[in-house]
């Protein structure tokens, strides 16, 4: 079945390095969607990037990503780090045959340090 | 605005209680999902409905059920709560395309004894 691997469980990093969490996705389907989603301490998830453009980048909030079919890929970055980016990090796949299912990966926690 | 609102937003239980958690949404949205989130775990689907009345089985579906009795809410009952168990338990709604990122709630702390 349909499958999101996020190999990193914690990222530490100081303040102002650039960030990447990676996201790599399985699926049968060549039309997938993938999402970032965040959730800080306390909060529920909220969607953060979303593509279904290959090679193409999407940027909010001062991150981005690009989706990269060929490697299966959909990895976070920003360029610099800040504090207030300490949270929790999933990466999920839709696709318009899976219905409405939409599967996440394990989660990334990332910690700033100043 | 909308907002999904669960209840309760704890929830402390003996083990092999039955227990039920609630959820409503305002946004007029078809789809409606339960997740439960673990450490390290991810978030894991439980149940979803595609519309009123409908259920739709997720990769976590034994030992709960659900209940969707109308499109703004959508039920899940823990039949047998597990010893010990701890989990945070999300519900979340979207318009229902597969393009479309669904918008979650708060969450509903278990906790059981």
């Known amino acids: 079945g349909d499958s999101v691997t996020q190999t990193e469980g914690l990222v530490t990093l100081t303040e102002g390095l650039p960030v990447m969490l990676n996201c790599t996705y399985q699926?049968?389907?060549?039309?997938?969607?993938l999402f970032w989603y965040v959730q800080h301490l306390n909060e529920s998830p909220r969607l953060l990037l979303k593509?279904?453009?290959?090679?193409k980048r999407t940027e909010h909030q001062g991150f981005h990503a690009t989706l990269h079919k060929s490697s299966s890929s959909f990895h976070l970055q920003k360029s610099s780090a800040q504090l207030s980016d300490s949270a929790l990090y999933y990466c999920?796949?839709?696709?318009?045959?899976?219905?409405?299912?939409?599967?996440f990966g394990t989660g990334t926690s990332l910690l700033v340090d100043p | 605005g909308g907002i999904i609102t669960q209840t309760p937003k704890f929830l402390i239980g003996q083990e092999g209680q039955k227990l039920t958690l609630k959820c409503q949404q305002n946004?007029?949205?078809?789809?409606m999902y339960w997740y439960r989130q673990d450490s390290g775990k991810g978030l894991r689907l439980i149940y979803y409905?595609?519309?009123?009345?409908?259920?739709q089985k997720g990769d976590l579906s034994e030992g709960y059920d659900a209940s969707r009795e109308k499109k703004s809410s959508f039920s899940l009952t823990v039949t047998s709560a597990q010893k010990n168990e701890m989990a945070v338990f999300l519900c979340?709604?979207?318009?229902?395309?597969?393009?479309?990122?669904?918008?979650f709630g708060e969450g509903t702390r278990l906790s059981v004894l």
């Open positions: 999920a796949l839709s696709d318009l045959h899976m219905g409405y299912k939409l599967t």
């Open positions: 409905s595609i519309t009123e009345n409908d259920l």
């Open positions: 946004f007029n949205h078809d789809t």
């Open positions: 593509s279904f453009t290959d090679n």
């Open positions: 699926t049968i389907y060549s039309n997938p969607f």
């Open positions: 979340a709604s979207s318009i229902g395309q597969g393009n479309q990122a669904p918008l």
